[in-house]
């Protein structure tokens, strides 16, 4: 993680530095000073964020090893082409403000929990002579995708990820199952519960009921019944082709029986998801853990959030120091995709500070107000931003809408059928591109670490176009029209 921290240092003196030159415009966290400065921003400071994706996206096609050397440089450029010209159009104090706010409000939370679960789930391999069928890819996928709303997307993603790649180790033409696997386990599994996904768990801390989520079993149950037949006709047709080609996996004389190796780690994963669930509870029922930690200007770091992370580390310590290194070495376990993470993700979460500030503001202006309205916007934008700030932002619209009556949450009232718009399509879009949600991004690196060629940022949006696009249009059309 030596090129996380040194990108990490290098933002904060910049900033420090900007701050102590132009310290001279200053503003409140107050709602209207935050509306203020929405308004005021201009669709230019937008551009490095824009430039952070077609990095993205580009770069691995056009000079995939400088870009896997030095990706972290374009982090830090990119970042700098928002941060300085803010700073000299707003302050420096401002500026390290709203880069603090990503910081605690945002990164830190998140970084640590997909490397809580990315560690603890390295520990557990699913072990047995499992053979990559159409049948048994199906059975692999369907218990990844029940998995995702209890432990999370991530957490699945890291436990299941491993054996069905092991299970299809003999086969050549295996791009869809990773493909497949990010659309149902990674992504659209976790929209049950609050534990599922970081957006609904937003919606959990501003009054949605915890199980309340359950009402889009109906169209998960729709979802993945459409992807996993979709799923069994491209999969056979590559099994066909690669059986035809001589391909067959190794016939062993003595079968190892199916185990589950470093099973004592389900009680870590069990501790991360209490930690994640206390955060939410703990601010409501006790007066001590809805205070916070004072960081800078009006930037908070609250004791739960606090306690979730240290619960969290603590669990992937515990979980590191306890179990035999073999499993590990048995997973091919390495730290890449987790570096590859932190580095890109603190890029985006700068970058896009300035498109969340003005959508924060004129989101309302848009002229959402029917479901399929939310459930596509909310989805678009959810594909390309932080899914969690995506969805409160039409949550909120929602309730300005000032409905009488709904699902009652902190604030007011929300329709049944707009939560349901909003929640299924922050969730459900997360898996149109690499970026829409992190496992997206942590599964590709595992599998091409075990070498499969994953599809370049647009050839997976061919696939996810191709795909879930007309899934979600049937979705539409049953459920929001």
């Known amino acids: ?49 824009v430039g952070m994706l077609l990095c993205i996206a580009i770069c691995p096609l056009v000079i995939g090893e400088l870009w896997e050397k030095y990706k972290a440089v374009a982090v830090i450029f990119w970042s700098l082409a928002f941060l300085i010209p803010f700073a000299i159009g707003y302050g420096g104090s401002k500026t390290f403000e709203e880069f603090l706010e990503v910081i605690f409000g945002d990164y830190i939370t998140f970084i640590v929990l997909l490397f809580g679960l990315f560690c603890v789930a390295g520990n557990i391999a699913l072990e047995g002579d499992l053979v990559g069928t159409p049948k048994v890819n199906i059975l692999m996928l369907l218990i990844g995708t029940l998995l ?24 050549k033409r295996k791009v869809q199952i990773i493909v497949f696997f990010i659309f149902l386990v990674s992504n659209i599994g976790g929209c049950l519960t609050p534990v599922g996904d970081p957006p609904l768990l937003m919606g959990f801390m501003n009054g949605v009921d915890f199980f309340w989520s359950l009402h889009l079993i109906p169209i998960l149950l729709l979802n993945i019944v459409l992807l996993l037949a979709l799923f069994f006709v491209v999969d056979t ?28 780690n389900i009680i870590f994963l069990a501790m991360i998801v209490g930690a994640v669930i206390l955060s939410g509870v703990l601010p409501q029922i006790s007066p001590f853990f809805a205070k916070n930690i004072h960081i800078y200007g009006e930037v908070e770091f609250g004791y739960a959030s606090l306690l979730e992370v240290i619960i969290i580390l603590a669990a992937a310590l515990l979980s590191y120091k306890t179990t035999d290194k073999g499993i590990r070495e048995d997973n091919h376990f390495t730290w890449d995709a987790i570096e590859e993470v932190a580095i890109l993700f603190i890029g985006i979460f700068i970058t896009m500070i300035p498109t969340l500030l003005i959508l924060e503001v004129k989101g309302g202006e848009l002229g959402v107000t029917k479901p ?53 399509g922050a969730v459900f879009m997360g898996a149109n591109t690499y970026i829409g949600n992190a496992p997206n991004f942590m599964v590709r690196s595992i599998a091409e670490e075990n070498g499969i060629k994953m599809p370049s940022f647009f050839g997976y949006m061919l696939w996810s176009i191709s795909c879930l696009i007309p899934v979600f249009l049937i979705d539409m059309i049953v459920f929001y029209l």
């Open 237 to 264: 047709n590559a099994y066909k082709k690669d059986i035809a080609d001589g391909l067959k996996p190794e016939v062993l004389e003595n079968k190892t029986p199916i185990r589950l190796s470093g099973a004592k």
């Open 372 to 424: 399929w309205q939310f459930f596509w916007i909310t989805g678009f934008l959810s594909s390309f931003l932080d899914n969690t700030p995506t969805y409160l932002v039409f949550f909120k619209t929602a309730l300005s809408l000032g409905f009488k009556d709904g699902i009652q949450v902190t604030g007011g009232f929300v329709p049944k059928i707009l939560l349901m718009a909003i929640s299924s």
């Open 1 to 49: 993680m030596k090129t996380v921290k040194n990108s990490f240092l290098a933002i904060v003196s910049m900033l420090l530095l900007a701050a102590a030159v132009n310290p001279a415009v200053s503003f409140a966290a107050e709602k209207g000073a935050e509306q203020e400065l929405g308004n005021s921003l201009s669709l230019a400071y937008c551009i490095p964020f």
């Open 148 to 171: 995702s709303s209890w432990i999370g997307t991530t957490g699945a993603s890291m436990l299941m990820i491993r054996p069905i790649i092991r299970a299809n180790k003999w086969r």
